[in-house]
């Protein structure tokens, strides 16, 4: 089964940047979409961005403008790229892929803390 590495998080003034990474271990095949998720304390767990087989992207409107969803086939990672970022976002960042469908094709891991403050 594939599993999903996150990397990348820490603490971030308001306003700065941050470039999160999912590293996939093993091959993964039937892929809808692979995404970043949120989860902040107290809340659910939330999509923050995906990335479709196709490459076409969508986002959350809360991140939308700020953030941004990509992908290198050739390292099979994925990045989310924090720009602007605000107190809000602080959170635990999630990656996984969606199968064609709509199923989980990874078990959640533990994901990366990302803590905006100043």
């Known amino acids: 089964q594939v599993q999903f590495v996150e990397s990348g998080g820490g603490l971030v003034q308001p306003g700065g940047s941050l470039r999160l990474s999912c590293a996939a271990s093993g091959s993964i095949f039937s892929i809808y979409a692979r995404g970043w998720y949120r989860q902040a304390p107290g809340k659910q767990r939330e999509l923050v961005a995906r990335?479709?087989?196709?490459?076409?992207?969508n986002y959350a409107n809360s991140v939308k403008g700020r953030f941004t969803i990509s992908r290198d086939n050739a390292k099979n990672t994925m990045y989310l790229q924090m720009n602007s970022v605000k107190p809000e976002d602080t959170a635990v960042y999630y990656c996984?892929?969606?199968?064609?469908?709509?199923?989980?094709?990874?078990?959640w891991g533990p994901g990366t803390q990302v803590t905006v403050s100043s």
């Open positions: 996984n892929a969606e199968g064609l469908g709509g199923e989980w094709l990874a078990s």
């Open positions: 990335i479709f087989s196709t490459g076409s992207t």
